[in-house]
């Protein structure tokens, strides 16, 4: 029987959805961050049509859970959650940061690394991650906040190297972790299809009500007041 997925993530500022339909994908990528939540259902939607697909034809779907934008996160579950009840499917529940591991691998990246995603408030979502043949990318601790310097501290420390946005975000902390294409590495399509495959060949599905985003930060804005201090504190002489 050919199986039938559907994956997305909006935990960045881009939308990544991919559609494996037995051996053949679809991919696309939209605009996310503040617009997540209104072009996800039509973008979705759209990939099934060309498709020729419902949602009921699907076997599960599969959602970046996060870490990521707090606004993407809740978008990307709400749908993945009502499409999947709404069609008595199962969710498979993804880590943004083994998305975005895996997608360093596809490009020649290493099998053991730190990933590290732009937080925004001059902090970074990050941890370490092996591959493993059978149980795909395996966090040697739980993910964390950071701030650029007490994680090149880290980094530096373990004598890896690093992958993902965080290398573009804090370029003065972070660039000689990391090498270019690793500083590319997204939550996107290529990455969503082959970690939706495989948690759904490990029979990873789960009752659409026991879908959750993953939060690390309880605090998801900076008052008026700490936006300015951050940006007059370099003239200071003050490290933000």
């Known amino acids: 029987m050919t199986t039938r997925l559907l994956a997305l993530d909006s935990s960045t500022e881009t939308l990544h959805l991919a559609l494996c339909v037995g051996e053949a994908v679809h991919r696309v990528a939209a605009p996310g961050g503040a617009q997540a939540s209104t072009t996800l259902l039509p973008t979705v939607q759209r990939l099934l049509t060309d498709a020729g697909l419902s949602v009921r034809d699907l076997d599960a779907i599969a959602f970046g859970r996060g870490p990521g934008a707090f606004t993407g996160l809740r978008t990307a579950c709400s749908v993945a959650q009502g499409l999947a009840a709404g069609a008595d ?13 895996e997608s360093a691998r596809q490009r020649g990246g290493p099998l053991r690394v730190w990933v590290g995603l732009d937080a925004r408030m001059h902090e970074v979502y990050a941890a370490c991650w092996h591959w ?16 650029p310097g007490i994680l090149a501290e880290h980094v530096a420390a373990s004598g890896l190297g690093m992958v993902g946005n965080a290398l573009l975000a804090y370029p003065e902390a972070l660039a000689a972790l990391g090498r270019p294409e690793g500083a590319l590495a997204q939550p996107e399509g290529a990455a969503l299809e082959a970690l939706a495959r495989a948690a759904w060949a490990r029979g990873e599905g789960l ?15 900076q ?18």
Not at 207 to 221: E, N, T
């Open 89 to 101: 499917r199962p969710v498979l529940m993804l880590d943004t940061l083994a998305l975005v591991a």
């Open 132 to 147: 493993e043949a059978a149980a795909g990318w395996v966090a040697e601790q739980s993910v964390a906040l950071y701030t």
């Open 207 to 221: 009752d659409s009500a026991l879908a959750l985003p993953l939060y690390v930060r309880d605090k998801v804005a």
């Open 223 to 240: 008052t008026t007041a700490e936006r300015t201090a951050q940006k007059v504190a370099p003239k200071k002489g003050i490290a933000p």
